[in-house]
């Protein structure tokens, strides 16, 4: 067992299996010493735990939860191609959240995958990041993200 997979155990989180794609793509794809991840909804088991507009049917705080799902998807579409322990950094998180028109609070929802990415990276895990309110996402997820990492 890796360092990262001991941080994420130690926190009650497994990492699970990569989420199928739902259209053409692959979940993440390694190019030179970079990973890209599609976007990553919040399922868990197949199945997404919420659906609807962040401040309408979802509340911040379950918005952020579904962020941090987000997160562990992310994580294990890199652990589909790289071995976690290579990550040298989290470059760049991008957080989409479905919001309804006067929702601001994006960066908050944004920081349930970014406390992730810290917790299961350590300092590699700091990383630039843009929140971003958007009309509506694939299957009415409240949140996606996406990823690039820098690996040895």
Known sequence: MGAVVERLASMGISVPEVAAPVASYV????????????GQLPFVDGVLPGTGKVG????????????????????????SVVDLDSVVRV?????FVAS?????GQPAVANGASDL?????GAAGSHARSAVGVAVLPLDTPVEIDAVVEVA
């Open 91 to 95: 470059v760049k998180l991008t957080v």
């Open 100 to 104: 309804a028109p006067d929702f601001t």
């Open 27 to 38: 979940p993440a794809l390694r190019s030179g010493n970079h990973v890209y991840t599609s």
């Open 117 to 121: 990415m810290a917790a299961a990276f």
């Open 56 to 79: 309408a049917e979802v509340s911040p705080e379950d918005a952020q939860e579904y962020a941090r799902l987000c997160a562990l998807n992310v994580i294990a579409a890199i652990a």
